[in-house]
């Protein structure tokens, strides 16, 4: 049986670096398709939850490093800090747009490969209130103009994707759905695109 990787190195094309990340990510697949008995396996959050926690406990993965001196901000998903001693900013995320971890881990591993610029480093997990998050890095874009959306949108459609309403798109060969690309999520700094934020599904 292939792993998770690997059938995504093959869909891109590439070669994908093992990280903490990709770990997580295999083990959370492996157990779904062990539970599923599919190739395609879908598992609740909450029960995927106690595995990704138990899978935490085990390997020590909760992150402790939390000195961050500024927080910049939060929305639904996720809270943003900003770690000036790397400059890079540090993300809370409990993947609340996701169906599971797996598919949110999924997400972010899509999202390195398609903005190597802006790749996420998975650090480790914290505990809010009872609530798991996702501990991640990011490089710190600053902008040095306003997102013009249109821009946004001819450098979607040259690399294959078709607009399907507001700032959400669709790639059909490599099935991917991506949302969200509004002017906040997208930075531009010296005449480039910068990716901070998506949100991606695998279809």
């Not at 990011?138 to 001819?154: G, Y």
Request: proline share 1%.
């Amino acid at each position: 049986m292939k792993s998770a990787l690997s059938l995504l190195e093959k869909r891109f094309d590439t070669k994908i670096i093992p990280s903490l990340l990709t770990d997580v990510y295999n083990f959370l697949r492996s157990n779904a398709i062990v539970s599923a008995n599919s190739e395609k396996p879908f598992i609740d959050k909450s029960t995927e939850a106690k595995l990704l926690e138990e899978y935490i406990e085990e390997k020590n993965l909760f992150y402790n490093n939390l000195d961050f001196s500024v927080y910049l901000d939060e929305g639904a998903e996720q809270k943003v800090f900003h770690d000036e001693a790397s400059g890079r900013v540090i993300k809370f995320n409990d993947g609340i747009f996701y169906v599971n971890w797996t598919q949110y881990f999924e997400s972010l591993i899509v999202h390195n490969v398609l903005f190597k610029e802006t790749s996420y480093d998975l650090l480790g997990f914290i505990r809010i209130n009872h609530s798991i998050f996702a501990v991640v890095s990011q490089i710190f874009i600053t902008p040095t103009e306003k997102t013009n959306i249109e821009l946004v949108r001819h450098f979607m459609k040259q690399k294959g994707f078709t607009l399907k309403k507001n700032n959400d798109y669709v790639h059909t060969h490599l099935g991917l759905i991506l949302e969200d690309l509004h002017e906040e999520n997208v930075l531009i700094c010296d005449g480039t695109l910068f990716f901070i934020d998506t949100v991606i599904y695998v279809i």
